[in-house]
């Protein structure tokens, strides 16, 4: 009896251990030979999109030049924080964590997000999504991590996201269904979170225009740092 547990705790191991294994390599190595980890995909408001070939790919921490922490290359995150720092030099509290990190599902809807400096809204919320807002998707038993997005484009029935990272055959732009119930606003896509806004600073608002926080020579604040050696964004 005690030979068959232990043939047993055998075989368990190695299933287990082939499954990381092939997990491990399959999401680590370029599946599509027709673009290279670093190849542009799209772009959004000149922003670039890159490409990432195994979602759990490791291309080392971008950095600005100022020191602010953009992301793991060519990660979800890394995008997002990029944009939103390239477009309204904005610079998150917080500048780490992965994608599920940046919902923090204690805040009521319309809460300001303190760690990532944004406006938080619950999908279901009596604001509609609009574009530029930075969307959260839950994690899920193949992606621990979660993922976010930009919303590119809003209709009365509809979004569109623009996304780094998605996986190596994934579109770089997706379109949901957006309906509305009750008065409230939800995104019809799986393990939606919900989504955060840019707000402009007071003195911006004051002042009556927000053409400052817009620089046309934004790309040349970033630089790549050493590659990192953990998957912590």
Partial sequence: MLKGFRLLLLTVSLVCGLSYLGYYGLTRYNLNTDYQVGDVLDSLNGVEIFYNGGVNTNEGRNLSLDGYNLGIKYQCVEFVKRYFYL?????????????????????????????????????????????????????????????????????????????????????????????????????????TKGWLRWEAPTAMIMEGSMEGCVKKNVASKIQVNQPATSLKL
């Fill in 87 to 191: 477009r309204y030099q904005h610079k998150m509290p917080d500048s780490f964590g992965h994608a599920k990190d940046f919902f923090n599902d204690l805040l009521p809807d319309a809460s300001w997000n303190e760690k990532r400096a944004l406006r938080q809204y619950t999908n279901g919320s009596q604001s509609k999504p609009m574009a530029d807002d930075l969307l959260v998707f839950a994690p899920w038993m193949f992606n621990p991590y979660g993922h976010v997005a930009i919303i590119a484009s809003v209709t009365e029935t509809s979004i569109e996201v623009a996304q780094q990272n998605p996986g190596p055959f994934a579109p770089s732009r997706e379109i949901f269904p957006l309906v509305q119930r009750d008065g409230l606003w939800y995104i019809d896509a799986p393990r």
